[in-house]
């Protein structure tokens, strides 16, 4: 086996020859501070901090005080991905587990979301660093990791240096792991593939027990690293792997071994697994299922010109789906892949091309995506299927090292099959050159796009022909070889460094999450209650505000449908992927009163247009705080989140009782809506207060006191994992308006407490 630099074969005796195993590593490491410069050496923050306060509530209000928008293709970074993350460490510093987040969706759970990313390994600089720097080495750390390991990987598969690095940084700045490099989450997962397939590789060949753990710990990362979707994809590939040696290996019994590795990294896994899997089934994702999705075929032109179809940071993108169809690996990796198909060199270089061809297949727009839709398999049946791509370009970086070697071996040789061999990557170009001078249907502005972005690439290849031409028919280039051999590397770092710097965003970092006084204000004012307006997680979450919307396919399917049906009063479908309630929707103040909104944030601007809730001329509302751009509303009607009913009605059909929730004469302030019988007596009149004695994400306590049986109500989602108990003794939680929680309690004073975990 040859290890990192193939240190093996060099005497350790001088510091010369020791310098010689860590260069590599020095490579990508100097290729990655390259890229991470604007953070070392400029203080700025991979973080799209630009586009956040220029159009996200309510810093986008003061128009003219921020500066340019780089990147404004990553709004799920700012209202979703940062709040949560903010979240996990504000909880787990408190020595909490986040099981449950308050602030969002009138309370959602936290830890299932995977994207929460509760247990991932990274949180632990969390823990030491200033969080946005923490962020930043947590995001900048993915192309680092990814390249090292597909380093390691292809250095296992005997592949030269000059190879293993070309594949490495092929991989590391990959369309895939670059456009989603910012959300910390995609390429986090994806990233300990290379590092898995060498474990399990290992573990085979050595027979040593530690590459099996190593290669569990592997698996249980990449699930505890923020996206389900892409974990899985890692798993089937690694299944695959192990499968394809198997085959190889026959007699080899630690080729069964892995599978029980596999299966272990798994088991680790279910600490997110299986809260995630209960709460893919209670949430709308689950019944929505995708029947396309896939990348167009005429769209695999970005695998080695990115920005032919335009590009989102430079405003003149106009088809598809940029980062969903992310498979940039470079002309190079691309013309060297494909030279893999003259000779197998290896076993290996067999399983990939496979395992290129069938992820392909599975990734374009073909009738299998079709029949993956039609089977309905959890994940895969609901996820957008282009992501598949990132296994296309992992495929395609490995066999690139492949590839590089048969070509230099060619060279050395003084064989022509390298130059008729990349005809064929030439005559695509020249394909496609034909087809925009003179076949195009592109309009001119496009067309013009589609020109300049082809241009790049094409003399990259030229360039890259030439080398190779010139190496194999001039007899005195064979001096110059040792420094030939490297152009092909120089020029893919090259183009793999410019189309990620040209993405990426690196922002000031004091414009990440500004304060503001009206957020002051609305912290100061909150209370127990919760916040009303035009702002999402970026506020809620963040600054520990309560609301009652939302963005994320995974919130409660329940709360969706009651707040969508209040707009009409008839029962609507959740949304897939927001919640969020009708500004003029016939029963919204209903909903706001019922679930304690006491704040209503409305900018100024916004008053007496159409789109805005009509705050500012209905009496229920008075004005608690304004300045030059937005103002707060008091709702004098709201009650509070823990309230108090004596009577109730029991309606066991869950539309019929939304049906009755919504019904213009129904008394939502006297009269509870059950879906079974409390066991307590129907009275009115009744008497009681309730005084809060600690609150948290995941455990409540009140003081109730009260002249008669009745009944607790808590504006705050059911949801299974909940557990009440009065006065120590454990009361089931009854599903009260459709969404919501209550539990019985007794005459007297009463001890209630409500905790939330998904273990016991």
Not at 318 to 343: C, D, H, M, N, R
Request: proline share 6%; hydrophobic share 45%.
């Amino acid at each position: 086996m040859q290890n990192f630099g193939s240190c093996s074969k060099v005497n350790k005796s001088t510091m010369l020859k020791k310098f010689h195993c860590i260069l590599p590593l020095l490579f990508l490491l100097s290729l990655w501070a390259v890229f991470s410069s604007p953070y070392i050496f400029q203080g700025k923050v991979p973080f799209p901090s630009s586009y956040q306060v220029n159009h996200f509530h309510p810093w986008s209000l003061n128009q003219g005080n921020w500066g340019p928008v780089k990147n404004g293709a990553m709004p799920d970074i700012i209202d979703q991905i940062y709040p949560w993350r903010h979240f996990t460490i504000d909880q787990l510093k408190q020595g909490r587990i986040p099981w449950w987040n308050p602030n969002g969706f009138s309370g959602n759970p936290h830890l299932a979301n995977v994207q929460s990313a509760v247990f991932s390994p990274m949180n632990l600089i969390f823990l030491i660093l200033p969080f946005i720097d923490a962020w930043s080495l947590m995001v900048l750390f993915q192309p680092l990791l990814a390249g090292i390991g597909m380093y390691t990987l292809l250095r296992f598969y005997r592949i030269s240096i000059q190879g293993s690095l070309l594949g490495s940084v092929s991989w590391m700045f990959c369309g895939f792991i670059v456009t989603w490099m910012a959300y910390g989450t995609l390429g986090m997962a994806i990233s300990f593939l290379p590092f898995l397939l060498m474990s399990i590789s290992y573990l085979v060949t050595t027979r040593k027990l530690y590459w099996g753990f190593l290669a569990s710990l592997l698996i249980a990362f990449s699930f505890f690293s923020g996206h389900f979707q892409t974990s899985l994809y890692l798993l089937i590939t690694s299944v695959l792997y192990s499968i394809f040696l198997l085959l190889v290996h026959k007699k080899n019994a630690f080729s069964y071994v892995a599978f029980v590795f596999i299966l272990l990294g798994l088991l680790i896994s279910l600490f997110q697994i299986l809260p995630a899997v209960q709460f893919y089934g209670l949430s709308p994702r689950s019944s929505i299922f995708i029947f396309s999705g896939g990348i167009p075929f005429q769209y695999l032109v970005t695998m080695f010109a990115p920005d032919f179809f335009g590009n989102p940071v430079t405003r003149n993108d106009w088809f598809g789906y940029y980062a969903e169809w992310a498979g940039f690996v470079g002309i190079i990796p691309f013309s060297l892949a494909l030279f893999t198909l003259q000779k197998n060199k290896s076993k290996y270089q067999f399983f990939f091309q496979i395992l290129f061809l069938v992820s392909l297949l599975f990734t374009i727009e073909t009738p299998l995506l079709k029949l993956l839709g039609i089977s309905h398999i959890p994940v895969l049946s609901t996820s957008t299927p282009s992501r598949l791509i990132v296994i296309v370009s992992f495929s395609l970086s490995v066999l690139a090292g492949f590839g590089y070697d048969l070509w230099k071996d060619a060279l050395v040789q003084k064989m022509l099959r390298p130059v008729l061999f990349f005809l064929v990557p030439a005559l695509i170009l020249f394909g496609i050159w034909a087809w925009l001078l003179f076949g195009s249907v592109l309009s001119g502005e496009h067309l013009v796009i589609a020109k300049k972005n082809l241009l790049l690439p094409t003399a990259l290849f030229s360039l890259f022909f030439i080398i190779t031409t010139v190496s194999v028919f001039l007899k005195k280039a064979t001096r110059f070889m040792p420094v030939m051999l490297y152009i092909p590397l120089l020029l893919v770092a090259f183009d793999s460094i410019r189309f990620a710097g040209k993405w990426m965003p690196f922002d000031p970092r004091a414009s990440v999450f500004p304060d503001l006084p009206v957020i002051a204000a609305m912290q100061k004012e909150i209370g127990n209650g919760r916040v009303f307006g035009n702002i999402g997680a970026q506020v809620g979450t963040y600054y520990s505000l309560p609301i009652i919307e939302g963005y994320d396919p995974l919130y409660i399917d329940r709360y969706g449908e009651f707040i969508r049906s209040s707009a009409t009063g008839k029962y609507t479908p959740s949304e897939r992927s927001v919640v969020k309630i009708d500004r003029n929707g016939k029963f919204v103040k209903r909903v706001l009163n019922l679930l304690g909104v006491n704040l209503i944030y409305h900018p100024l601007a916004d008053s007496n247009q159409s789109w805005a809730f009509p705050v500012w001329n209905d009496k229920d509302f008075k004005l608690l705080y304004a300045d030059d751009l937005y103002s707060l509303y008091r709702n004098t009607k709201a009650i509070s989140r823990p309230h108090l009913y004596f009577q109730y009605e029991v309606i066991t059909d869950k539309r019929e009782l939304l049906k009755r929730f919504y019904t213009e004469k129904f008394n939502y302030l006297t009269t509870l809506l059950l879906e079974e019988d409390p066991g307590i007596p129907v009275s009115s009149g009744g008497r009681g207060g309730i005084q809060r004695e600690h609150i948290s994400p995941t455990s409540l306590q009140y003081r109730v006191t009260t002249d008669r049986p009745g009944l607790l109500f808590l504006s705050d989602n059911y949801y299974p994992g909940w557990k009440a108990y009065v006065n120590g003794k454990e009361t089931k939680i009854l599903i009260a308006d459709y969404a919501f929680r209550a539990i019985p309690v007794p005459k007297g004073e009463s001890t209630v407490v409500f905790i939330y975990s998904y273990l016991f």
